[in-house]
Nanobody
Framework: QVQLVESGGGLVQPGGSLRLSCAAS????????MSWYRQAPGSQRELVAT???????NYARSVKGRFTISRDNAKNTVYLQMNNLKPEDTAVYYC???????????????WGQGTQVTVSS
């Protein structure tokens, strides 16, 4: 099967930066779109950014111009560079990916365990 493992969360002051990473591992034939979601306390999980294998990206309006999603296809890894962080960015950030394992050979959707990002002075 496929596992997604996030890293890079933490505590940062407003205006600061953080870089999240998410590596897909396991018996993987192909990783399709990879995304970052976030969920703040008392709120629904929301899509932050998505990137396709060819590098096409899409961002939530609230993070456009501040966050950058990228990926390394050779490493099956997606990144989220977060700049000019605001207190309202505080949330648990989750990695999500559509991937095809070798067995069974079909597309599944996978989630990481989440990493906490806290923006506070």
């Amino acid at each position: 099967q496929v596992q997604l493992v996030e890293s890079g969360g933490g505590l940062v002051q407003p205006g600061g930066s953080l870089r999240l990473s998410c590596a897909a591992s396991g018996s993987i034939f192909r990783v399709n779109a990879m995304s970052w979601y976030r969920q703040a306390p008392g709120s629904q999980r929301e899509l932050v950014a998505t990137i396709t294998p060819d590098g096409s990206t899409n961002y939530a309006r609230s993070v456009k111009g501040r966050f950058t999603i990228s990926r390394d296809n050779a490493k099956n890894t997606v990144y989220l560079q977060m700049n000019n962080l605001k207190p309202e960015d505080t949330a648990v950030y989750y990695c999500n990916a559509d991937a095809v394992p070798y067995n069974p050979f079909k597309v599944y959707n996978y989630w990481g365990q989440g990493t906490q990002v806290t923006v506070s002075s």
